[in-house]
């Protein structure tokens, strides 16, 4: 938002250089980014009235031109054609720089003397975009009668610092120079003067003139017509224009011009109808019909829906509520009689239509945002009486005001005490409430509870830590002193859930395995592609409503599939090795309710020339030991479709199911193009973390010494080595400390049908050195029920 310095003057003192201004402001909340001055390009630049205009006698493309500069006359060749005799034009002399680093000299054109150059808004360095229609390809022609000779920036007004702010969109009071004025008075602790509106208004009434219906109130919350008569249209007086181009606005004629300088001082769009094309004589807001088009101000055919709101004759659309007005009603220069809008829309409705129609304008970016439901009648008022003054037409009296959704006040309680205890400060009931009445918020006292009540434009003071920033702000942040907050003192720490996910994923990497993330939204054929029935429950996926496409339309109720395709893209880039894992989410049906059951899981992925089913099985056990879950027994799982059948195994802990695991049957390896043995694990969080013992003990190193024994035996081959350490389990409360299996042999030396297993058993007591008899009787006994429960015999 440019906010001009003398603009705001208007409305407020302010007795500081737009240096302070600016840091002042930007204390108090409202950043300011740059200041810029348009005056810098007119050093040497005066007013000059065309006297006489004569043709170049050696060139026919250019004119010879004498202007008036004051106290002399001056000769200017150029080839300009938009200007005439008595006009006054902005005269750069010699010397003069303009925009650009041009500098003026005295020249010779073809034979005659040029003593200067007449200007066009370019080059004195307003942007193309600023430039009135009718000049953008000619001079700069004033519409005031002016001294000759005087400094253009100083007739025109140009010395003047414009300040840009950086307004947030929480702070829509702020896109006009009203806010702006409101937010220097309390900064500088003034007094904001708002314009004093008068009105000489005819009897004639405007409601007998026009009739104003809302039938869409949840896309119109007001909507107010009032009628002009006796216009003239034409170019605005130089002030206007000036005003105008200065805040980045483009001057077009003098009745556009008002309301967008209404819109820049009071905030609210304004829109002008020519009357004599609404010959029904009322105006009804609903919504579009379907599939009709429209043809706008810029135009270019607009395609409606029933969910944009118009403003129409009753049956012939006029306008595309709060975004532009229609071509066929717009004011041109045969308009008298016109019919002036103030009205407010639903800044919802004004941001969709804009985005589905593409386009924006000043009014949509300020609807979009909210516009003050109570200025509209003020602005109104404001703009006809500055096109009264500027057209001297026929106001007449009233207007048509529908107000279907009216403002509605909302008061709550400020505690002085938390505006303290937050703030750090001991501010007076009496001064929190001078600061707020400086923002115009209304404030009842009743010891240490205030009740506040915002102004209608301050929408966005809606609870009490809201209040308490007004009151830091505008006191200054710089001036708040710098304490200890006054709270009881929580001491955070991460929870169980993260620690034991931390330490899985410790553990999987000091192993090598490297982490990955995947997409939650999978395809509906990755459960079948992994070997999965239609009638098993992973396939009992939840779709998604608007997916971005059929690849990711369900979300996933297994993680396997997303490795599988992780280590198909590694394996298709020529890593020959690739070790994976993934701590995420899998979602199931909620039968209880409408949002999805999330299940996180664990899955790692392997594969590799010396990886084999043993390998994940050693980084599955590691990672668990590292939880202090150790007990585990790992039992065949022969019907597993993803898995091969004779390599996959379900792993158990205290006699839960913690999870599967096993080699990739190969027909899957195969739908995913992957030629070598791939390695899986699935595994359930939830299940993993109720096991997890995360207190650490520790105790002393042993006194004693230990005496190791090691065992060979030979067992059929259907006896699993989980049944073997069943046996080992109960000793572990006496004197056996631990065990542990270091060779499984099949061969000529063992009989068909049966293997060797070996193990190393190792026996302490933590209270005294061990005798060879008490450890050969604890010893003969694990023996014996070895032979007794699983048919093992000594080799």
Same mark, same amino acid.
């Given at each position: 938002?440019?906010?001009?310095? !003398?603009?705001?003057?208007?409305?407020?003192?302010?007795?500081?250089?737009?240096?302070?201004?600016?840091?002042?402001?930007?204390?108090?909340?409202?950043?300011?980014?740059?200041?810029?001055?348009?005056?810098?390009?007119?050093?040497?630049?005066?007013?000059?009235?065309?006297?006489?205009?004569?043709?170049?006698?050696?060139?026919?493309?250019?004119?010879?031109?004498?202007?008036?500069?004051?106290?002399?006359?001056?000769?200017?060749?150029?080839?300009?054609?938009?200007?005439?005799?008595?006009?006054?034009?902005?005269?750069?002399?010699?010397?003069?720089?303009?925009?650009?680093?041009?500098?003026?000299?005295?020249?010779?054109?073809?034979?005659?003397?040029?003593?200067?150059?007449?200007?066009?808004?370019?080059?004195?360095?307003?942007?193309?975009? #600023?430039?009135?229609?009718?000049?953008?390809?000619?001079?700069?022609?004033?519409?005031?009668?002016?001294?000759?000779?005087?400094?253009?920036?100083? &007739?025109?007004?140009?010395?003047?610092?414009?300040?840009?702010?950086?307004?947030?969109?929480?702070?829509?009071?702020?896109?006009?120079?009203?806010?702006?004025?409101?937010?220097?008075?309390?900064?500088?602790?003034?007094?904001?003067?708002?314009?004093?509106?008068?009105?000489?208004?005819?009897?004639?009434?405007?409601?007998?003139?026009?009739?104003?219906?809302?039938?869409?109130?949840?896309?119109?919350?007001?909507?107010?017509?009032?009628? *002009?008569?006796?216009? &003239?249209?034409?170019?605005?007086?130089?002030?206007?224009?000036?005003?105008?181009?200065?805040?980045?606005?483009?001057?077009?004629?003098?009745?556009?011009?008002?309301?967008?300088?209404?819109? #820049? $001082?009071?905030?609210?769009?304004?829109?002008?109808?020519?009357?004599?094309?609404?010959?029904?004589?009322?105006?009804?807001?609903?919504?579009?019909?379907?599939?009709?088009?429209?043809?706008?101000?810029?135009?270019?055919?607009?395609?409606?829906?029933?969910?944009?709101?118009?403003?129409?004759?009753?049956?012939?659309?006029? &306008?595309?509520?709060?975004?532009?007005?229609?071509?066929?009603?717009?004011?041109?220069?045969?308009?008298?009689?016109?019919?002036?809008?103030?009205?407010?829309?639903?800044?919802?409705?004004?941001?969709?239509?804009?985005?589905?129609?593409?386009?924006?304008?000043?009014?949509?970016?300020?609807?979009?945002?909210?516009?003050?439901?109570?200025?509209?009648?003020?602005?109104?008022?404001? &703009?006809?009486?500055?096109?009264?003054? #500027?057209?001297?037409?026929?106001?007449?009296?009233?207007?048509?005001?529908?107000?279907?959704?009216?403002?509605?006040?909302?008061?709550?309680?400020?505690?002085?005490?938390?505006?303290?205890?937050?703030?750090?400060?001991?501010?007076?009931?009496?001064?929190?409430?001078?600061?707020?009445?400086?923002?115009?918020?209304?404030?009842?006292?009743?010891?240490?509870?205030?009740?506040?009540?915002?102004?209608?434009?301050?929408?966005? *003071?809606?609870?009490?830590?809201?209040?308490?920033? $007004?009151?830091?702000?505008?006191?200054?942040?710089?001036?708040?002193?710098?304490?200890?907050?006054?709270?009881?003192?929580?001491?955070?720490?991460?929870?169980?859930?993260?620690?034991?996910?931390?330490?899985?994923?410790?553990?999987?990497?000091?192993?090598?395995?490297?982490?990955?993330?995947?997409?939650?939204?999978?395809?509906?054929?990755?459960?079948?592609?992994?070997?999965?029935?239609?009638?098993?429950?992973?396939?009992?996926?939840?779709?998604?409503?608007?997916?971005?496409?059929?690849?990711?339309?369900?979300?996933?109720?297994?993680?396997?599939?997303?490795?599988?395709?992780?280590?198909?893209?590694?394996?298709?880039?020529?890593?020959?090795?690739?070790?994976?894992?993934?701590?995420?989410?899998?979602?199931?049906?909620?039968?209880?309710?409408?949002?999805?059951?999330?299940?996180? !899981?664990?899955?790692?992925?392997?594969?590799?020339?010396?990886?084999?089913?043993?390998?994940?099985?050693?980084?599955?056990?590691?990672?668990?030991?590292?939880?202090?879950?150790?007990?585990?027994?790992?039992?065949?799982?022969?019907?597993?479709?993803?898995?091969?059948?004779?390599?996959?195994?379900?792993?158990?802990?205290?006699?839960?199911?913690?999870?599967?695991?096993?080699?990739?049957?190969?027909?899957?390896?195969?739908?995913?193009?992957?030629?070598?043995?791939?390695?899986?694990?699935?595994?359930?969080?939830?299940?993993?973390?109720?096991?997890?013992?995360?207190?650490?003990?520790?105790?002393?190193?042993?006194?004693?010494?230990?005496?190791?024994?090691?065992?060979?035996?030979?067992?059929?081959?259907?006896?699993?080595?989980?049944?073997?350490?069943?046996?080992?389990?109960?000793?572990?409360?006496?004197?056996?400390?631990?065990?542990?299996?270091?060779?499984?042999?099949?061969?000529?030396?063992?009989?068909?049908?049966?293997?060797?297993?070996?193990?190393?058993?190792?026996?302490?007591?933590?209270?005294?050195?061990?005798?060879?008899?008490?450890?050969?009787?604890?010893?003969?006994?694990?023996? !014996?029920?070895?032979?007794?429960?699983?048919?093992?015999?000594?080799?």
């Amino acid at each position: 938002m440019l906010g001009p310095k !003398k603009w705001l003057e208007k409305y407020v003192n302010i007795d500081v250089e737009a240096s302070e201004l600016r840091d002042r402001m930007t204390m108090s909340g409202s950043n300011v980014e740059d200041i810029r001055n348009l005056s810098k390009h007119c050093e040497g630049v005066v007013i000059g009235k065309v006297e006489h205009i004569e043709s170049h006698e050696n060139a026919d493309k250019l004119v010879v031109v004498t202007v008036n500069i004051g106290k002399r006359n001056v000769q200017i060749v150029t080839g300009a054609k938009n200007f005439k005799e008595n006009d006054y034009v902005p005269v750069a002399l010699e010397g003069a720089k303009l925009a650009g680093g041009l500098v003026i000299e005295k020249g010779d054109l073809r034979g005659k003397i040029s003593e200067g150059m007449m200007c066009s808004h370019e080059e004195l360095g307003f942007p193309k975009n #600023l430039v009135p229609e009718n000049m953008k390809e000619g001079l700069w022609i004033l519409e005031g009668n002016y001294e000759p000779g005087i400094p253009f920036a100083e &007739a025109l007004d140009l010395n003047d610092d414009i300040l840009e702010f950086e307004i947030t969109p929480n702070r829509p009071d702020c896109l006009n120079m009203i806010g702006l004025a409101r937010e220097v008075a309390a900064t500088l602790k003034t007094e904001m003067l708002a314009p004093k509106i008068q009105l000489s208004e005819e009897k004639r009434r405007t409601e007998d003139e026009i009739s104003v219906t809302v039938d869409d109130a949840q896309g119109c919350h007001r909507y107010i017509g009032k009628v *002009l008569k006796g216009i &003239a249209i034409k170019p605005s007086p130089d002030w206007l224009q000036v005003l105008l181009m200065k805040a980045g606005i483009r001057p077009i004629n003098n009745i556009v011009d008002v309301t967008n300088y209404v819109m #820049l $001082e009071y905030g609210q769009p304004l829109h002008a109808f020519d009357l004599e094309k609404i010959p029904s004589k009322q105006i009804v807001v609903k919504r579009a019909e379907e599939n009709h088009t429209f043809k706008t101000l810029d135009g270019m055919e607009r395609s409606l829906n029933k969910d944009i709101t118009m403003i129409t004759d009753g049956t012939k659309p006029l &306008a595309i509520a709060g975004v532009m007005g229609g071509l066929e009603s717009e004011v041109n220069k045969n308009t008298t009689e016109i019919l002036l809008e103030s009205a407010n829309f639903a800044p919802d409705g004004i941001r969709e239509t804009s985005k589905r129609l593409n386009l924006r304008s000043e009014a949509s970016s300020r609807y979009e945002k909210g516009v003050d439901k109570e200025v509209a009648l003020t602005a109104i008022n404001r &703009a006809s009486q500055l096109i009264q003054m #500027l057209t001297d037409c026929e106001v007449l009296e009233g207007v048509a005001d529908e107000y279907p959704v009216p403002f509605k006040e909302a008061s709550i309680e400020l505690r002085v005490s938390r505006v303290n205890q937050l703030l750090g400060t001991s501010f007076s009931g009496e001064k929190i409430e001078e600061i707020l009445k400086s923002l115009e918020v209304q404030v009842i006292s009743n010891g240490d509870v205030l009740t506040v009540t915002p102004p209608s434009f301050r929408e966005d *003071l809606v609870k009490e830590v809201d209040y308490i920033e $007004e009151v830091a702000r505008i006191y200054g942040y710089n001036r708040i002193p710098s304490t200890m907050p006054e709270a009881t003192i929580t001491v955070g720490g991460i929870n169980p859930s993260t620690k034991v996910e931390n330490s899985l994923k410790t553990a999987l990497k000091s192993q090598g395995l490297y982490e990955v993330l995947t997409y939650s939204f999978v395809s509906p054929k990755s459960i079948s592609k992994i070997g999965i029935s239609k009638d098993r429950p992973l396939q009992d996926t939840i779709k998604l409503i608007n997916p971005l496409g059929e690849e990711t339309s369900v979300m996933r109720t297994t993680l396997m599939p997303s490795m599988l395709e992780v280590l198909e893209r590694n394996y298709k880039k020529g890593n020959a090795k690739m070790k994976a894992f993934e701590i995420g989410r899998t979602f199931w049906k909620n039968p209880e309710g409408n949002l999805p059951l999330e299940k996180p !899981k664990l899955v790692i992925g392997i594969y590799g020339e010396k990886e084999d089913f043993y390998c994940i099985k050693g980084n599955i056990e590691e990672m668990l030991r590292s939880l202090r879950i150790e007990k585990l027994e790992f039992i065949k799982e022969p019907f597993h479709t993803t898995f091969h059948p004779g390599r996959c195994a379900n792993i158990y802990a205290q006699g839960r199911l913690l999870g599967t695991f096993g080699e990739v049957h190969p027909n899957i390896t195969g739908n995913y193009g992957i030629e070598e043995r791939c390695y899986l694990a699935e595994m359930d969080f939830e299940e993993i973390l109720n096991q997890a013992v995360l207190e650490k003990k520790y105790q002393p190193l042993p006194k004693y010494p230990s005496i190791l024994r090691d065992i060979a035996i030979v067992v059929s081959d259907h006896i699993e080595i989980s049944e073997i350490e069943k046996v080992f389990e109960p000793y572990l409360e006496g004197i056996l400390e631990s065990y542990e299996l270091f060779d499984v042999y099949q061969g000529d030396q063992i009989e068909k049908g049966s293997k060797s297993i070996a193990y190393s058993l190792v026996y302490r007591d933590f209270s005294k050195t061990l005798k060879e008899k008490e450890v050969n009787k604890v010893h003969d006994q694990v023996l !014996k029920d070895l032979e007794e429960k699983v048919g093992a015999s000594l080799r």
